[in-house]
């Protein structure tokens, strides 16, 4: 097994510390996105019914990064374009999902790939405007790709070839674990839990398995490469945030953390200490008071950073020249449960 595993519980931030940005080392890891519970919605892992306004770890952490990419997202809910990095992981989760459900000794990497024309099937269903990666991609086939074309997906529209990179995926998966040695006690698992006095915090985990001795080990897929040491800090605070709601809602910490880079075959873990998740907490608090505020005065900021040339919302971003379209009446308070402070006339 290639395995990459340092000692990540000392590296975030001190309690009171602000959320910086959250930079990747390289443009590549932009794509490889976080699980929302938005994605979890279309795939079934969480309710669609009007929830309470929560935060996620997708969601601070688009915060951390650009605070109007957050407004365009969470208040305007602006559409993006599919990405086919993002439709892949997507894919890729789903079929280590439904794997489990194969008895022992059938959850074979042949069962593995086999499952994915069917599983594409089925989130195209669920989301059709993923058939659009392919059908623009085979409409350019002919001439060379334009600026901005998806660098994921294949220059001659192949499913096939895309499909392929996902199987590969999956191979490397099974150098990792053996999936036959395996029952985890939860898969794509919706969890939340409310702070006192702070806000709902909510997610996706997933993977969790518990020990005979109930010990839980909380473990998250990526499907693109390992960062460099020094941005591992969004990668570590997704799986604190995960490690935080679970102690709060079953009172206990998790064992360890567990991110699995299916990239580059490289897992990272993390044995969370009390002192850690309660340092996520303030840090959540924290970003919890710089929303509420950017909420209420209308002061959604925009930040420069290499991701910006990933950002599908350039062309109504005052970094790019654009202007933001105007706040719908009253999306502020049912996105967030904030009323925004009365503007004087």
Known sequence: MTSLAPDLAGSGPTPGEPAGPVVPARPADAAEPLESVETAELLGHAPRERRRPALSPSRANDFMQCPLLFRFRVIDKLPEPPSAAAARGTLVHSVLERLYDAPLGERTLAAAQAMLPGEWERLQEAEPRYAELFAGAAAGAAG??????DPETPADGGVQSWLDG?????????????PNRLEPAEREMFVETQLEDGPLLRGIVDRLDVAPNGAMRVVDYKTGKSPRPQYQGSALFQMRFYGLVLWRERGEIPKMLQLV???????????????????VEEQVRTLWSTI???????????????????????AVCPQFGGTPPEIPDGAV???????PEAVAS
């Open 166 to 178: 996902a199987g590969n995926l999956l191979g490397t998966y099974f150098t990792l674990e053996d």
């Open 261 to 279: 880079y299916l990239g580059d075959g490289q897992v990272l873990r993390a044995e969370p200490q009390e002192a850690d998740l309660l340092a």
């Open 333 to 339: 308070e049912l996105a967030l449960g904030i009323a």
């Open 292 to 314: 509420t505020q950017a909420a209420r005065t209308g002061q959604w900021t925009p930040r420069r950073t290499p991701l910006c040339g990933w950002c599908a919302y350039q």
């Open 144 to 149: 060379s790709a334009g600026a901005g074309a």
